[in-house]
């Protein structure tokens, strides 16, 4: 009887989780036009998560118009909303070099890290993929660490701390390129998600951010 209700509650999950992967989908909208994420004022918009029991809003605050995140616990903020076919642009900087992310293609239940594809954010390392939570890509299907890690193509062309990147993401269809301050650094082919939330990583760093927008695609 144990093993029993271990296998059902075990099939319950997996159909509960299908069913939010679903709804996600389902809910996701291919923007019009540019649509400002961050308003500069407050977090309107925007979900919290963490990892484990702490406050999911320690990490993050706003001032003078611009979100900051001090990196400890990890966690995210994401958009209430789900989007497909966009580019997401974040203007960022370091305050002090560390780790983190816009995660795309983003899908429930939240925790760290869920089921979304990771745009790295990290220091000197901005370009790279990392495929969370189960995402695939052409060549790479996410069982080990190397299938779940796409390297940039090139040199790093972030710029120093304490200096505001652009970083761009363009997600068309299966598709997504990273842009850094003008230069496309990756392409991950063939994703497996391909709409959901887009979030941005607490990992590590004290970062700030001043603009959040996405826009149709180039050419749409």
């Known amino acids: 009887m144990k093993n ?84 997401v642009t974040v203007e960022w900087r370091f305050t002090k070099a560390g780790n983190t992310g816009v995660l795309v293609h983003m899908h429930l239940p939240d925790k760290v890290w869920p089921l979304c594809i990771e745009c790295q ?21 996410g069982t080990t660490r190397e299938k779940r890690y796409l390297p940039m193509r090139g040199p790093s062309q972030e710029k120093p701390v304490g200096e505001w990147n652009t970083y761009e993401a363009i997600c068309s269809g299966n598709t997504i390129k990273i842009i850094v301050n003008g230069t496309l650094m990756n392409e991950a082919d063939d994703c497996s998600v391909t709409s959901g939330f887009i979030g941005l990583q607490s990992e590590g760093a004290e970062m700030e951010v001043r603009k959040v927008f996405i826009e149709p695609l180039p050419g749409g």
């Open 4 to 87: 029993l209700k271990i296998i059902l509650g075990c099939g319950l999950s997996l159909l509960f989780a299908a069913a939010a992967f679903a709804q996600d989908q389902d809910k996701a909208i291919t923007p019009p036009a540019r649509i400002e994420l961050f308003n500069g004022k407050d977090f309107t918009g925007w979900q919290f998560a963490t990892k484990g029991d702490g406050d999911p809003k320690a990490p993050w605050s706003v001032a003078d118009g611009v979100i900051k995140c001090t990196g400890k616990p990890n966690g995210y903020i994401r958009t209430e909303q789900a989007y497909r076919d966009y580019k």
């Open 121 to 141: 954010g990290q220091h000197d390392k901005q370009g790279d993929f990392w495929l969370q939570g189960g995402a695939k890509c052409k060549d790479h299907d």
